[in-house]
């Protein structure tokens, strides 16, 4: 089987398989402990992954907004500023109001590239949590019906 992975997805699995093994281990001495154990992995898995790729991107799509911003904005004052497959602007205002529609045009493009980067077969690594903890539901109640 082969995992494709981006950034720190790889986790997902990593974590699932290291619940199973101490799920089982555990369960050995303590009942049901298995699928608690399974459970609390999906979680771990679900939390990390929110913060990878929800918490931790907003900060990032924060500074990489701003700091967009703040360059452009340099390059209009200075006289430098040039659009991409434009004309140069004939005044300040005009690059002024060019910059800043480039720049609307931007935030989005910045936005997906800084958004869900942790992935798993091109799925955002927290919608691993909610599978791994449902494989944990089903092993308890096949240790409680058993």
Do not use: C
């Not at 918490?55 to 701003?66: D, F, H, L, N, P």
């Not at 936005?111 to 308890?140: C, I, S």
């Amino acid at each position: 089987m082969v995992l494709i992975w981006r950034g720190w997805g790889i986790l997902a699995p990593a974590i699932g398989l290291v619940s199973i093994f101490v799920g089982l281990a555990v369960g050995t001495v303590v009942p049901y402990a298995s699928g608690v154990v399974l459970m609390l992995g999906g979680a771990a898995i679900f939390l990390l992954g929110h913060w990878l790729n929800v918490v931790r991107s907003r900060g990032e799509i924060t500074k990489a907004v701003g700091a967009r911003g703040e360059e452009l904005r340099q390059l209009v004052q200075s006289g430098r500023y040039a659009m991409p497959g434009a004309p140069l602007p004939r005044s300040y205002a005009e690059a002024h109001a060019l910059a800043g529609a480039q720049f609307d045009a931007e935030i989005p493009l910045i936005t997906k590239a800084l958004y869900n980067r942790h992935t798993l077969f091109w799925l955002p690594m927290q919608w691993f949590g909610p599978a791994g903890a449902a494989v944990g539901v089903l092993w308890l109640v096949q240790e409680i019906l058993a």
